[in-house]
């Protein structure tokens, strides 16, 4: 099947700091793919989708400049959280499909704590 | 907007069946969805089932879908302990850029020895 792969699956860091996410399709070419956030028994929150070679589509509420994508090729997208603070953490999970309405493969999703 | 909206908490005991339940709100939504999300994990998708079709089984689940209702159900049967896990129903919704899946807040399925 789909595999969807995230990297790291787990970082800390300083307040302040900036946080790269790498998310990668690796054996389809994924035209689209999506951010996603999710607190604590708490459902996912669509933050943004990445298109490859343009610029993404945030949801409303989303910092763009906070959270930066980009989608560079067909198989990598990367959300850089920029300046993080102790609110910022979370657990953020990319998914990554080819075509519309085709189902959504995920990542394993990474677990960011800033102190 | 509008919620998917699932019951958060189910208990059955080991070999039961588990029967999960989940009203969703896009009409449109051409495919209908159940992930599985192990703690820490990532979540796996399951099963999906077109909007044209009434049932889907596969192995030990089987969907149910009454589009009249906007009813999803999704039976596990023989239910595991390894079955144990937050259950996600999802929808296809219009986002910002087009598309994107909406999603309930999950069921907690613990499988009891």
């Known amino acids: 099947g789909a595999v969807v792969s995230q990297h790291p699956s787990w970082v800390i860091c300083k307040s302040g700091t900036s946080v790269k996410i790498e998310c990668r399709s690796l054996?389809?070419?994924?035209?689209?793919m999506f951010w996603y956030r999710q607190f604590p028994k708490q459902s996912l929150m669509l933050m943004a989708t990445?298109?490859?070679?343009?610029?993404?589509?945030?949801e409303q509420g989303v910092e763009k400049d906070k959270f930066l994508i980009n989608h560079a090729s067909l198989t990598l997208s990367t959300l850089t959280v920029t300046s993080a603070h102790p609110e910022d953490s979370s657990f953020y999970i990319c998914?990554?499909?080819?075509?519309?309405?085709?189902?959504?493969?995920f990542g394993n999703g990474t677990r960011l704590t800033v102190t | 907007g509008e919620d998917v909206e699932q019951s958060l908490f189910l208990s059955v005991r080991e070999g039961d069946s588990s029967v999960i339940n989940c009203t969703y709100t896009?009409?449109?939504?051409?495919?209908l969805y159940w992930y599985k999300q192990e703690p820490g994990a990532g979540l796996q998708l399951l099963t999906y089932?077109?909007?044209?079709?009434d049932m889907k089984q596969d192995q030990r689940l089987t969907v149910l879908l009454n589009k009249k209702d906007k009813h999803l159900s999704l039976r596990i049967a023989d239910t595991q302990t390894g079955d144990s896990a937050i259950y996600f129903c999802a929808e296809i919704r219009a986002s910002n850029s087009g598309y994107a899946l909406n999603f309930g807040k999950g069921t907690s399925l613990l499988v009891t020895p």
């Open positions: 089932i077109f909007s044209n079709m």
């Open positions: 054996d389809f070419q994924a035209t689209t």
């Open positions: 998914s990554a499909g080819g075509q519309v309405n085709s189902p959504l493969h």
């Open positions: 990445s298109n490859e070679g343009s610029k993404a589509t945030y």
């Open positions: 896009d009409s449109s939504s051409t495919y």
